[in-house]
């Protein structure tokens, strides 16, 4: 087992990435390792208070028919945000928005739902990142 | 050099990407280093084995004229999968289905191509990550 | 604080992830870190001398509102490629161009911003990747 953390950095806001993500990040919460996760650009925007809950769409690629698996899959499923405040319950996992994309969007730390423990910078985020660095 | 395996975790099923990772892959086992692939959503339906070898598109950046780049070099070039299957005769590449997307698609090992070693949760799979995670 | 360097493979050519990238960059030298970016595909592309500059648009999740957000932000704000010059002068950043990609385009070195400093291949690029291999 690895001492270090892992460091997810969100930027994608569709929902299929943020469900991989959240399932990422609950594996590694369940191997005991920290998790620490970094929201910038269209994923931050998915974590607004207002819209975290509202439909995504899915990655260009999946195409009607993979919108359609995902769609049918989805009913009686965890939300992805569910998936990562249960990962929180059981490990140690800090969720940061990034304060450049923050300031693109014009929002404040109230904007954004209390899943979210605070704003950092980029160097702040990769001072902690002594492991795997994953962009999703 | 380092003794952590590369994990790569595969999400998206276009040709461009998939050839992405699997060069990274064989540039990782040419080095000797232990590789962990874990199939995901688009990639996992893109190794099943009535459409693996079948054109899987390229990104929506890529645009016409990148799509048309790629077409013409690709005539005499390897397929990634034979990239990858020649990574596995030079080193220590494990190819694994995610258990929730194989869910998903509601298929089975047996509806996969033969160079999928298995299926696996993403708990196993992180317990290997000790080395970098890298989502593509 | 970690000694291994931090890799990022870039692959995607939008200014929205060009930008992510170069932040990413800049933040890891600020914390004296070794940085290596290597430069595959569309990403590739957009490293060419002679449209470092141009609009390479956004991911195609983005949208027309989040688009107009990226292009009201980027006014007065610095382009990614000052970002990542500033980050060489503040650290250890060292930009390859993938030989693989390069033999794609039909390029050759001359062709590229001079912000590049080789060819590489991918074998050469993972024997430094000793810390996290972050694709973008």
Not at 75 to 91: K, M, P, T, Y
Not at 114 to 134: I, N, S
């Amino acid at each position: 087992m690895s001492e270090d953390p892992v460091s997810l950095v969100l930027f994608s806001g569709t929902d299929d990435k943020l469900n991989a993500a959240a399932i990422l990040a609950a594996g590694a919460a369940a191997m005991d390792r920290k998790v620490n996760l970094f929201l910038q650009y269209w994923a931050l925007d998915a974590f607004r208070a207002d819209r975290i809950r509202k439909d995504h769409g899915v990655s260009a690629e999946a195409g009607p028919e993979g919108a359609e698996v995902m769609r049918r899959h989805g009913e009686g499923q965890q939300h992805w945000s569910d998936v990562l405040a249960q990962a929180r319950e059981i490990g140690d996992v800090g969720i940061h928005a990034c304060a450049l994309s923050m300031e693109m969007f014009g929002i404040s730390k109230d904007d954004l739902d209390p899943l979210v423990d605070d704003v950092e910078g980029v160097a702040t985020f990769m001072l902690e990142a002594t492991g795997p660095v994953t962009f999703i």
